[in-house]
């Protein structure tokens, strides 16, 4: 195991183009709950979670999430839950870079000042 501080996103994408919206919308909500429950906190279109422990517990984790689904709710859907996902798949999202957020080359940058503390955004 890793001492460093990782991020990693747990991404599912139902498959709402070939099952009901319902059904699908339904099974969203409870592997919602499930993965958040894990400690898993839902940012940007993905479960995500930041631990010291290795990618494979994490996905691990994920599995158990969405095995327990299957094993529990089998009865409550018309297939098996897992046809109803289109991806499931880990990401380490440590370095994640918002494309959203403007580009500055050198970052944010921090001067100081004789009479008191100035920002300035270059």
Known sequence: MNNALRTYG???NMDYEHHKHAMC???????????QAESFSFE?????????????????KARKV???LES?????????????V????????TDYDDLTRPYTPNGI?????????????N
Do not use: P
């Open 10 to 12: 747990i991404v599912i």
């Open 25 to 35: 919308s339904a099974l969203w909500n409870e592997i919602s709950q499930k993965m």
């Open 44 to 60: 940007k279109r993905m479960f995500v979670v930041r631990t010291e422990q290795d990618k494979d517990v994490v996905c691990n």
């Open 66 to 68: 969405m095995e327990e």
């Open 72 to 84: 529990h709710k089998k009865e409550s859907y018309e297939k098996q839950v897992f046809s109803y």
């Open 86 to 93: 289109k991806d499931f798949y880990a990401v380490d999202v």
């Open 109 to 121: 940058e921090v001067e100081e000042d004789i009479v008191g503390v100035e920002i300035q955004l």
